[in-house]
């Protein structure tokens, strides 16, 4: 996963601004060895940015702004994510929304490309109720999804099952359900 904001030399991308010094940044652009694996493997990557140079241990701490490229990146996750789950989900004979009126959705976070979550749609609107029907519903895709190797967990608010957040890894999932217990906390408050 291509985090948002580079936090070690290793995670640096061309085109991110590197803050050299408090008062001088810089827009990197060459990286040697280009990739976060070679740079991981050799230990150390040389940073470059029109006439200046610098070489950073693999693992330093840097102080980076995210450029176009890693915008670009990051969103990309997301849609590949979400396609991923949403293959998994036809492959294993469920329908998605659209085709049958009653099925699944997926939603991203705008701000985190590391899980999507689920959810039930019937009759052109979100299910938030009837809870034993969402809750056997969103029951029965977890399966499929495990088998495909995602990590998933069945979110609930307040007693009532909204969807599945589904991530590649556990930590994703963790920071996923986080994530959606706070918009679900806010979308609460806002009402």
Known sequence: MIPLVPEVAADLMVGDIYTVTYDRSVVITALDPATREGTLARGTREV???????????????????????????????????????????????????ATGDGFDILKHQDD????????????AL?????????????NWIPALRDAGFVVELFEHDGDPYGLVVALDESALRHGVDLTLACAAATAGAR
Do not use: C, N
């Open 48 to 98: 470059q940015a029109d006439g200046w140079a610098q070489t950073l241990v693999a693992e330093q701490a840097v102080d980076a702004l995210p450029g176009a490229q890693r915008w670009e990146a990051w969103h990309a996750q997301a849609d590949v994510l979400g396609d991923k789950v949403w293959d998994a989900l036809v492959d294993a004979g469920i329908q998605p929304y659209h």
């Open 113 to 124: 490309t590391g899980h999507v979550v689920v959810i039930t749609r019937r009759d052109g």
């Open 127 to 139: 299910s938030g109720t009837g809870r034993s029907v969402t809750r056997q519903m969103l029951g």
